[in-house]
């Protein structure tokens, strides 16, 4: 045991707590995971852990603080029995947040109301992308609020709580805005987390037995890197962290090995922009999976280039465990492809798919509809050219722009038809087609998932196929697919509400932000010289 005045010592110096003193009390902090009403959260029936909130725990629980983790997805809890449980729980900060941050974002409005109400001198923190960006509107409009992490939360967090702890001025905290005498007070953007190992998730904050996907599976989210090097305009995630960074292949692999050894975890769902793109790195990461000799199966996103790239390695994909991987083609149109900056063609897209077959990993292509004013020869075209893909599965999505990327300065002058926050989620049509109505549309995308689904290729692939992993993994995305479509044609039918003489997309968000798409200080990292299998980064954002 450590002696009492080490120990606090060893705290302070933690914290960063210029007051020795001080460090005595640990703070007590509430972290919040919001219920979320989208497809992705309720049609399972099964949830994952909220990893965005674990990475933002551990960290404060390093420092020593008395953390608790509150996941309302869990249920999901009402309204007001976490109202209730916030307040029997009485925490000095509560912090908020939410991955789906967009589409959540009423509802953390709605939460933190009634925290103050309950709660007047608890302090609140809101974190995660949406908030990251729009924090002039939020602080301007909901005074509940007290406090905003900008970026990739762990640093930031920690520095602000112990500043807050220590009484320092929170100006001094970089990646933060706040409220000061009526003025809204930006502090300068935080540093971009040069090593990823050097925090660590906090898996103690959930019990692992909770949580389950694809199945009944145990899972988790795990992220291995952060970031993206392309340049694809209307992604809301490539800025957001700024450079494409991985943790350390090996003690990664040692990480998804403890998590299925200690806890039985079987499923790990990358939470990865883009995992693949330096094929050396991983490469290694792969291997090192596979030196763990674990049964462990890993779904998770990444791009048809990089899948075409490595032909030659994609027996060592699925020997680690990727059993699935969601290709994000969104279209398939080279056209189109082309406007939103993919940097991808169509017959890359196919080969993917093709070669993905060849090993037994399933491919889940996302098709986004209305990148453009669309008509029914464009319907017509789609599902041509998706048929000819032949995915396994598909993933149909409505274009969602965010305010902080490129595309929506493209489409900043078309109308607004659905002003409720919590539709935007990519799963409802948000802007107006000028040559088709949002029924004509809704009608063609459910056709085109009906053909898909449907067809005799994807049925033998769902029932007959030899290989087993794809045989379950089409067989529980078509139980899903059954029960999202239900829930699509009742939402838009009987309770959706559009609006024909809407805001435009200007007028509904402000003005562009796609200059501050970066919130982070990007700094040059010494690191070896690039391996000659690394193919992408040089379309990196500047080093400052
Ligand atoms: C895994 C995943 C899911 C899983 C599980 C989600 C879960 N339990 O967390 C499932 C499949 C259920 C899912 C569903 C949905 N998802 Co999803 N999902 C992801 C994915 C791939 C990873 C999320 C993640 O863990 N990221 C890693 C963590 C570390 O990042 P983070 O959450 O942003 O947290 C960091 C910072 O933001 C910050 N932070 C976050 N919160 C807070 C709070 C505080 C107080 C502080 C200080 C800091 C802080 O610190 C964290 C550490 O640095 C992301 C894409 C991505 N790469 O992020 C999409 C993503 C989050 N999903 C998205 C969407 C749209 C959805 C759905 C709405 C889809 C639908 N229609 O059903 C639903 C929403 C429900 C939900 N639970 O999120 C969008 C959200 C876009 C937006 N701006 O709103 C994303 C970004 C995909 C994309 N490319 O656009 N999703
Ligand atoms: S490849 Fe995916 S993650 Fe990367 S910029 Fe494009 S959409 Fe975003």
Redesign the pocket.
Known sequence: MLPAAAYLGRLAARRNCSIYLKVQSVMKIL?VNPP?S????RI?RE???????L??GGPLLDAGHDVTLLDA?LGPLSHTEIVRQVVMHRPQVL??????????HPTVVELTRRFREELPSITI??????P?YHFREILAHEPQIDLI?R????A??SRLIAAIECGDDLASVEGIAFRRDGQIVETPPARMIEDLDAYRVGWELIDLKRYSYYGGKRAV?M?FSRGCPHLCNY???RG?WARWRHRDPQKFAKEIAWLHRTHGVELI?L???NPTVNKAIWRELCEAIIAENIKVTIIG?TRADDIVRDADILHLYRKAGIERFLLGMENTDEATLKKIRKGSATTTDREAIRLMRQHGILSLATWVTDFEEITDRDFVHSLRQLLWYAPDQIMSLYV?P?RWTGYYRVAAERRVIQLDQRK????HQVLETIHMPPWRIFLWVKFIELVMQARPKALWRSFLQPDRAARYGMRWFTRMGRRVFFHEWWSFFFRDRRVSDGPTLGQFWGAPQDHQEIPLRIFRQHKPAKSAEQTVAADSPPVI
């Open positions: 972290i979320h989208a497809i992705g959260s399972p949830q994952l852990p909220p990893l965005g909130l990475c933002v997805e912090l908020i947040g939410h991955s789906g941050s967009t589409s959540a923190i809101y974190g995660g992308v949406f990251t992490v970026g990739e939360g762990e930031t967090v989210v992220q992604c809301g995630q957001f769902n939470a990865d922009e996103s969602t965010h935007w989620d990519y799963k």
